[in-house]
């Protein structure tokens, strides 16, 4: 199979070198190859042997797959940009946390475009797995997609031939797992300024023994921290999920709220070097706490 990578970031370039690992032609774009962070993109490119296009269509020109790996709030655009490229009966394999509506808008445009959409629901952090990461597929031609990709390397299973089942189990999933994270940083937070951190911890481990809150909270800040903007996009798309069922989503509204505010300070700096996202990736969440408690000492200063 010939595969074309649409989004080159974190997901894309685990993708690219499992693939090329496994003898796969690759071809990629990325929309930041055309701006100053396009450089990172070209070397890691280059170091894998993978084929950079200038667009979107022209990276899926003539290959069997293309998979949509980009910012949730892009994956109808995505599908737009690719259509006029794609060969008829080519696969479009969207693993963009988007909501159910929008993955059936982008399968309606490609579609039309004479490809073969299938929707893809990444369960789980992907480093840890990298292309066995555990895959949802949905739609209706998930069943012709799933063998041919599981012969790639991927490890997905077909939940349905209706679109809109894969995404909406990721996206309830995500209301508590990225929520888990947001209260995380405004619990553990908020306990650290009035120096009851270790008594909220250990009334944790007594009502969850299962769970390492010292260890689970310093990665949880870190994931945040490093992912934040990525996160906030995609709980937009999970309020948007909570709104397509009729409920008024609170939760996720203010989970993406959280997670957008911790990218902001991560863009500005304060976990590490400006523009890098650099942070002290301590076992203590407690250094990243105090930063945040630093910089908002004195907005809390003025205020009294």
Not at 50 to 63: I, K, N, Q, Y
Not at 71 to 85: I, K
Not at 141 to 149: K, Q, Y
Not at 275 to 288: N, Q
Request: proline share 4%; with cysteine; net charge neutral.
């Amino acid at each position: 199979m010939q595969v074309a990578l649409i989004g080159y970031g974190e997901v894309g370039r685990i993708l690219a070198e499992d693939l090329r690992a496994g003898g796969m032609p690759v071809s990629a774009y990325d929309v930041k190859l055309a701006s100053d962070h396009g450089q990172p993109i070209r070397e890691h490119a280059a170091a894998h042997d993978v084929v950079l296009a200038t667009t979107h269509a022209l990276a899926a020109h003539g290959v069997d797959l293309v998979i949509s790996a980009v910012t949730a709030s892009q994956a109808v655009a995505v599908a737009e940009a690719v259509a006029p490229g794609l060969k008829k009966g080519a696969f479009f394999l969207d693993f963009n946390s988007a909501s159910p509506g929008a993955k059936i808008r982008a399968a309606g445009i490609v579609n039309a475009a004479g490809g073969r959409y299938v929707e893809g629901a990444v369960m789980t952090t992907l480093p840890p797995y990298r292309i066995k990461v555990p895959l949802l597929l949905g739609g209706p031609d998930a069943a012709a997609l799933w063998p041919r990709i599981n012969e790639l390397g991927f490890a997905s299973r077909v939940v349905s031939e209706k679109l809109g089942v894969a995404s909406a189990t990721k996206m309830c999933r995500s209301v508590m797992i990225k929520g888990l994270e947001a209260m995380v940083i405004e619990a553990f937070t908020t306990a650290r300024h009035y120096g009851v951190e270790d008594a909220v911890i250990a009334s944790l481990y007594e009502t969850f023994p299962g769970i390492d809150w010292e260890k689970q909270g310093a990665y949880l800040f870190q994931r945040v921290i490093e992912h934040g903007r990525r996160r906030s996009e995609e709980v937009r798309e999970v309020a948007v999920t909570v709104k397509e069922a009729g409920l008024t989503p609170w939760s996720a509204a203010g989970t993406a709220e959280r997670q957008a505010w911790a990218a902001d300070l991560a863009d500005a700096g304060l976990f590490g070097t400006k523009g890098t996202k650099a942070f002290a990736r301590s076992a203590d969440w407690r250094i990243e706490a105090d930063r945040i408690l630093a910089h908002l000492q004195p907005a809390l200063d003025a205020s009294k």
